[in-house]
């Protein structure tokens, strides 16, 4: 089982940025896939960027070029670099980890980006 726990969220102005944080309660080096979402008012969660065990990274089409999704194993915190941030990028932002046929969650840190 882990737990995660997002943190570094806030408000900021449009082309501000933030960096988040998900801390696992356990050792992420074994952990197949982490990766961050977020949910805007009235949407469905979306996949914002994903990091694999090996390095390897995907990300959505809109944050492209402005986000920056990390991993240290050494911290068990996987990290969210958001830069030149839009008001559409407010949402909270969630955690997850997929490892052997589990998915977790975590509670969630809102960002909210103003005009």
């Known amino acids: 089982q882990v737990q995660l726990g997002e943190s570094g969220g806030g408000l900021v102005q449009a082309g501000g940025s933030l960096r988040l944080s998900c801390a696992a309660s356990r050792s992420i080096a074994s952990i197949a896939v982490m990766g961050w979402h977020r949910q805007a008012p009235g949407k469905q969660r979306e996949l914002v960027a994903s990091?694999?065990?090996?390095?390897?990274?995907n990300y959505a089409d809109s944050v492209k070029g402005r986000f920056t999704i990390s991993r240290d194993n050494a911290k068990n915190t996987v990290y969210l670099q958001m830069n030149s941030l839009k008001p559409e990028d407010t949402g909270v932002y969630y955690c997850r980890a997929i490892t052997g046929d589990y998915m977790y969650w975590g509670q969630g840190t809102q960002v909210t980006v103003s005009s």
């Open positions: 990091i694999v065990s090996g390095g390897s990274t």
